[in-house]
């Protein structure tokens, strides 16, 4: 997949990047981090800038996001269980990834929109559960827009700032993510843990 996207980025310039990360935003298991790092790297050999990459993926950030606002604004969880439970394997999603995501949203607010823009996959479902609830769609435009704008700026940098050395950035990233999964699952532990203490207390 790599190859494909850094392929697609060298052919296309800006538009590349503009489609992948709308794509990396409808399909989360395209990696943002490649693509970011990758198009950073390319403003040290083309005639690409900095700016001209963190706008065309913000823009891209901003469209994706808004067509899983409108599915999530038409579909309910269950029935988005019942659709990853059938294309899931091709998404590379779970049920599992649907529920955090809501869950989120559940107990941090509209707020969660901003948060996760800065987590990777949750980034993109997130826009799901914001449409479910009808959030104020401008405000989700706002928080979505700052968000996405603040992991662009850095990867983008990053990527700019390090050169041909990128692809190592990517593999941080993977261990970044790793991170974070394994803390919210400790945190869904704990969640779990304290409810059964504080049922059984009662």
């Known amino acids: 997949m790599e190859n494909w996207i850094t392929e697609m980025m060298n052919e296309f310039g800006y538009l590349g990047v503009f489609l992948l990360i709308a794509l990396e935003n409808l399909f989360p298991p395209i990696p943002s981090e490649v693509i970011l790092t990758f198009g950073g790297f390319m403003t040290t050999y083309t005639g690409m800038t900095i700016m001209g990459v963190v706008i065309a993926s913000t823009i891209g950030s901003i469209l994706g996001a808004v067509a899983l606002y409108f599915v999530g604004y038409l579909i309910n969880v269950e029935r988005m269980e019942r659709i990853i439970t059938r294309w899931g394997r091709i998404l590379r999603l779970t049920n599992e990834d649907v ?4 869950g989120w949203f559940s107990k941090y607010g509209v707020w969660t929109v901003f948060i996760c823009r800065l987590i990777p996959l949750i980034r993109s ?12 769609f401008w405000l989700f435009i706002l928080l979505t827009t700052l968000g996405s704008l ?16 990128w692809e190592t950035i990517v593999a941080y990233m993977d261990v970044y993510s790793n991170i974070v999964y394994a803390l919210l699952a400790l945190v869904a532990v704990a969640v779990v843990f304290l409810w059964f203490r504080k049922k059984r207390a009662s």
């Open 125 to 136: 479902l997130i826009s799901i559960p914001a449409g479910s609830t009808r959030m104020n």
């Open 99 to 102: 529920r955090k995501a809501y």
């Open 150 to 165: 603040i992991w662009n700026v850095l990867l983008v940098n990053i990527g700019a700032a390090v050169g041909a050395s």
